[in-house]
């Protein structure tokens, strides 16, 4: 199953604040992101588009869909929408709105692919390290333990485990006795007249089965159309066999004709064949026959090919030519038009990014210079009792101040014991002075910083209108992959191009060769005329002029003796099929005869049978019921623990785990009849059994042996949805585990999994770049960088990586 995930669109959900839009088309998908950036809201964004809920959030929360818009949301609203093959649902749904008391949308999948999802698909770093603990038992002896309800609930044990106790009776039939005393007396009821109704059973079964046998045989012989269940009545068919039987007469009669004439044919072909001019055609014949097949093989194979690589081509370039008549042209004509188009692309992305990086930084300065006039205003504000005019005439009064009283008013300020009243006057002149020069400085740094602010906002304007779209850079980073991809497939086919535009050159001048010499001899060309009509007439398509006209002679009379075999056989079946419909006829009047005597004894039999024939019919069906459930019962216990859970849990912890000698494992049920207990317990790899894991396995074997239980969960049924998404899980793992969980990833990767994998270690995200980066032409990996701007919106730049096949080590 090769489906995807394409693309997530998700705006002001939990941690994520504004929108961001990334893509998911590709077989692997990183993301990294420090703490709180929204790598675990990503994930849960998928959640909900795909299964219209967070169930990795209700599980801990009932209350969790007041806490999935964005706190800062400007419609205290979330949004998300995702986007899947079409294969996976009807093409709707995917898109929800979350208003913080209901989910409004309709989910991407269908319930039975959600809950899929969510039980084997998704993976939340919140249930890894509770995934054991999930399923551990309290006491072995409690059948409402946890991991006891999983296990019955997966097998259905508890259904029919009562199915089989009410079925008890039916065992023996001694246990009868007491609740059912009917039952014995029709037991003993008319065994004579049961021994005459059984032969008389036996006759009609035998005439039966040799009915049977002798219309199987008329079918055979007739090759009737009849259905098998349908009877055959031996008047109906016979005129039907006899006029089957002259029509192969008269085919017979018409194919003797034919041969007749083709045998003086032969003689001519000879005849012809013996003379100088016959010798050259016949190696024209040859020589184009030669030059034919090898086009024909070149066609077939690598000409196929290039044809469906020019074709995907001229799809985006119509200017291409065809590659019927000079392959070598078209492919280079392909190349060089894929070639500059991928330059023009690569050209456009380059463009994209400088302009997309300038903008951020002009927008960062627009946000820097609005917060300095905002400052530069507030101070401006503060200092409005500035005034140089008043310093200057409290100076000119200054100098009519001779005592404590005031020039202007007369008051007498010795009154208010602040001082001297002309030095009160000197500092105030002072105090304005400096306010006004504060002012004056103010004034011209906002006329500066605004001169920039304004610059500013105009490139911003300008750069807006050329930066792509997401969506548009999006299709143009995927066209820029398409062309990287036709130009190694081009390289590939180059050799071969050149190839077919010499095989055809020489399959059209052997043919122009054997034209002339085949319009020089107007004898064999009437020939080869009257071999086309016989080629008609036994309505078979006429053979190219350049085959050798001995050639198309044998070839007629193979095809003459294989229809006249078939005609002789059909015939003679035929002919066998009469005798046999004249023994069915003296079949069916035994079988009617034999059919009306066991009516009668039935009827006898009737009365005195009835109890019993009932009480044997449903004592054979409980029987045959509790051994169904009992077979049914084992088998489920064996596959779900040996060939299903255990064994591929097993496989996955000791591929991840090496030098770990305890295997996790859940316990097997000892006894069939007696009630399912499971438990948790591990396997010593040289034989015998451990504790708990939690009591033999270290801090990271136990989280790897969590991991592993949740991938032979996902891996031990049928694939429903292609699709692994995990949160973190490398929690206490070293570097061995690591490697090891990377090859299992690039493994699963290669068996059609789609992998989204969420870390928050550099060095793990780097490396694990490393691990699942492509490694064939069609193979694709897509890395998710989440962080913050300056406002604190969320950013998710990713970036798409395509196949680079290494020339140096081909070369």
Partial sequence: MNCRMTSLTVRDFRSIRGEVTVSLDAPAVLIHGPNGTGKTSLLSAIELGLTGAVGSFARFDPNYLTYLPHKLSPDSSAHVSIQADEKMSDGSGGSFTANGSAIIGRGKLSEEQARFYTERCYLAQASLGRLLELYEHQDARNSSSPLTRFVKEILGLDALDALIDGLHLSGDVRRFREPSPLFWAARADAPSLDDAVEAAAARVEAAERERDQIEARLRELSGSTLAADHAIFPDGLRPDLERRVQEHEEKLSRLARIRRDLNAATSLVAAAAMTEAGSARADAEMTSSGAREALARWRAGPGARLEQLLSAIQKAFPEIPASSSDPSAAHAAAKQAVEGARARLRGTVDADSAATKTLSEITTSVIQGQGRIDTIDRQLAAEGGANRELAEALSAISTQINDEHCPVCGRDYAELGDGPLAAHV??????????????????????????ALTDARRKQTELQGTVLSPTERERVIFQLAQRDEWLNNLQDLAGEAIAGSRLIRDATKAAQVLAALNSQTTSISGLRAELDIYALQLEIEPEPA???????????????????????SGKAKLEQALTTLRTLASNQQS???????????QEKQTKSATQRQEADRRISVAKDLMARAQTVRGKHVRDIFNDELNAVWRQLFIRLAPDENFVPAFALPEIAGKPVEAVLETHYRSGGKGGNPRAMLSAGNLNTAALTLFL????????????LVIDDPVQSMDDVHIAQFAALLRTLKQHGRQIIIAVHDRQLFDYLSLELSPTFNGDRLITIELGRNADGYTTAPWALTTFEPDRAVAA
Avoid at 546 to 568: G, H, K, T, Y
Avoid at 591 to 601: D, G, I, P, T, Y
Avoid at 712 to 723: G, I, N, Q, T, Y
């Fill in 591 to 601: 079988l009617n005869e034999n059919r009306k005597m066991l009516k009668a004894l």
């Fill in 712 to 723: 032979s969960l996902h891996l031990s049924v049928r694939a429903k949805l292609p699709w």
């Fill in 546 to 568: 350049d085959v050798p006209l001995a050639a198309v002679v044998q070839f007629m009379r193979s095809e003459l003796d294989r229809r006249e075999a078939n005609e002789s």
């Fill in 426 to 451: 000197s500092a105030e002149i002072g105090r304005l002075v400096t306010a006004a020069g504060r002012v004056e400085a103010l004034v011209r740094d906002r006329s500066k910083t605004l001169a």
